[in-house]
């Protein structure tokens, strides 16, 4: 999630930087030039598969379960096994259920509620009724609520470190649980956030006891001849690699743990540890390098994003075109890496924002004239969690086997965000919204392109992406600094960020 700001926060910080006239709004030059990149853009669109055939996918992320929203069961769900939350959890509240869990709240600054088992529970049935025969699901990252290391703290005096990943592991394995009682027989595949810890937000010991047993949960699902290898990996760090199950075709997800790139990542000390991310990333040009040589087509899923973290940037003010940094979500390395290997990686699933967003990595090699086939596309996934205001969301694909493309998705999201009696419909169609065909690199590109051409959000594709973008619709929010948000959906680099702010502010 984004920490150092809330929806609460982000009109104000638009309201200055309109009186500040920090980002200045303008036209961009070399229109004819666009209108190029768009006529190559439409010639370089992929083909279907010769059979069209699609299959139904379920993506899902930052589900922020809460077991310390009813406080005084927290101690009947340390005692039982999880095997017994289900019942524990649903059972009634407790008198005092809603001033404790405020207490508890106060206590720990949270600025919103996540998931407590009541909208976890709607989810899932919602899940079930919206994509009944999905062939796999993604979770990407964050599985845990918010200040979990707060909260237990708060509720269970005289605990030690074991006691605390004791619970951490069992949140998880319920989650885990949960998910594959409503999708039996069928991969999950899931990537940890920067929540899902043992010792707190962003902190985490590589080859600890901890994964090797986190890793036993995530990974149950996976084949028996891939399983010892994918556990040995995710004891390492928290990443691993498989073959994705059929009918995925010839396809290779790699699950990365960009924890270690984040410039807030510390190990459970408190110090820094620059040789997790190195590691990680030479291990990860590996894969990609065998995905390669095997003429693999790869996925590439995990939490944190690449690329300029926009709000941040305006919400610390900062002035790219005076010289100073945007803010950035991770080093530039994994968008460095996957850019180079963008002729084997057809998709990257991300998300950390809970927003339901788009990005494109874009090659050294990519000009007008590839159009975007040496570009990776990323899709963010928004958020279960309703912290931020939001409505819990999750995302309905259809994915083509044979060339491991996203053909098409559709946002669901809740009526409210507690999961009482709420009704979850379709948001949005990729498809029929943006009229595209795929979600291939060429057309998030093309899309991209006629974001930034669009100063002032005046086309049916501008206003549909900020309608849609927060999943309950704050358009009043995002509008006034369209042109520098569109910048940072194919600019991966301070450098290259900076480049496209300050031409449209010309």
Not at 330 to 349: E, N, T
Not at 427 to 450: C, D, W
Not at 474 to 497: G, H, I, M, V
Request: net charge neutral.
């Amino acid at each position: 999630m984004i920490s150092s700001m809330r929806i609460s926060f982000r009109s104000q910080i638009l309201t200055i930087l309109s009186l500040t006239g920090l980002f200045v709004l303008g036209s961009t030059p070399g229109a004819l030039a666009q209108v190029a990149r768009h006529a190559s853009a439409a010639q370089a669109r992929p083909a279907n598969s010769t059979d069209g055939r699609t299959i139904p996918a379920l993506l899902i992320s930052d589900i922020h379960f809460d077991p310390f929203n009813d406080p005084s069961k927290v101690q009947a769900l340390i005692a039982a096994p999880v095997t017994q939350w289900r019942s524990i959890l649903s059972a009634s509240p407790s008198s005092d259920q809603q001033q404790a869990f405020d207490a508890l709240q106060k206590t720990c600054q949270m600025r919103g509620v996540d998931t407590p088992f009541t909208l976890f529970n709607s989810s899932l049935q919602a899940m079930r009724s919206r994509q009944p025969d999905a062939r796999f699901v993604t979770v990407s990252g964050d599985l845990i609520a918010h200040a979990f290391s707060c909260r237990y703290a708060k509720l269970v005096t005289g605990s030690t470190p074991s006691d605390y990943q004791a619970f951490v592991l069992k949140t998880i394995s319920f989650v885990m649980a949960e998910l594959r009682t409503s999708f039996p027989e069928i991969p999950i595949y899931v990537a940890l956030g920067n929540n899902d810890t043992e010792c707190g937000d962003y902190k985490l010991d590589t080859k600890s006891d901890f994964l090797a047993q986190a890793g036993k949960i995530v990974l149950e699902g996976l084949p028996a001849s891939q399983r010892q290898q994918a556990l040995k990996e995710f004891e390492e760090g928290g990443y691993y690699s498989t073959t994705m199950a059929e009918p995925m075709q010839g396809a290779r997800l790699i699950v990365i743990n960009d924890l270690y790139l984040s410039p807030k990542y510390s190990t459970c000390s408190g110090k820094p540890d620059t040789v997790a991310a190195t590691k990680e990333m030479v291990w990860l040009e590996q894969q990609l390098a065998q995905a390669r040589e095997s003429q693999q087509k790869v996925w590439v899923m995990g939490h944190i994003p690449p690329g300029v973290d926009p709000y941040s940037t305006a919400a610390k003010l900062r002035n790219v075109c005076a010289g100073q940094a945007p803010v950035m979500f991770l080093s530039d390395k994994l968008g460095d890496l996957l850019a180079q290997y963008a002729d084997v990686v057809r998709l990257g699933i991300f998300a950390h924002t809970h927003m339901d967003e788009m990005r494109l990595l874009r090659s050294e090699n990519s000009g007008p004239e590839t159009a975007g086939e040496h570009n990776v596309g990323i899709k963010l996934v928004p958020s279960i969690s309703p912290v931020d205001g939001n409505n819990p969301s999750f995302t309905v694909a259809r994915v083509n086997p044979s060339l491991a493309v996203l053909q098409n998705y559709e946002v669901v999201a809740a009526s409210n965000q507690t999961g009482v009696a709420a009704k979850w419909a379709t948001e949005y169609n990729y498809g029929k919204t943006y009229h595209e065909t795929q979600f291939a690199p060429s057309m998030v590109r093309e899309l991209i392109e006629k974001f930034k051409a669009d100063h002032d959000a005046s086309t049916e594709e501008s206003r549909a992406y900020i309608r849609y973008y927060f999943v309950g619709d704050r358009s009043l929010e995002l509008s006034p600094f369209w042109p520098q948000y569109a910048c940072a959906l194919d600019n991966r680099t301070a450098k290259a960020f900076a480049a496209c702010v300050c031409s449209s502010a010309r």
